[in-house]
């Protein structure tokens, strides 16, 4: 019964920033995160982070992105700086429950960086 609430996205030219927010209902103990699908291509991760703030980022998007979390309102965020046209992708809030396991996605919001 978790439901993931998704808002920001958008297009946004190279070197800039943009953060996207999620929402999720049910426990505090989980992990939640962000992936990315890029046309044509796998479905990968970009960054989680644990309920105890432990945080795990894409190679691609060290240095640049920063993923945080507020367990009061089970919400999470994924802040974009110093964008690349190959950040291109629709991107999807993912959240795994803690012991059982279950895994849950968002609908997925689209961003576009311009070079």
């Known amino acids: 019964q978790v439901q993931l609430v998704e808002s920001g996205g958008g297009l946004v030219q190279a070197g800039g920033s943009l953060r996207l927010s999620c929402a999720a209902s049910g426990s505090i103990f989980n992990t939640m995160g962000w992936y990315r699908q890029a046309p044509g291509k796998q479905r990968e991760l970009v960054a989680t982070i644990t309920s105890s703030g432990k945080t795990n980022y894409a190679d691609s998007v060290k240095g640049r992105f920063t993923v945080s979390r507020d367990n009061a309102k089970n919400t999470v965020d994924l802040q974009m700086n110093s964008l690349k046209p190959e950040d291109t992708a629709v991107y999807y809030c993912?959240?795994?429950?803690?012991?059982?396991?279950?895994?849950?996605w968002g609908q997925g919001t689209q961003v576009t960086v311009s070079s």
């Open positions: 993912n959240l795994v429950t803690a012991f059982t396991w279950y895994e849950y």
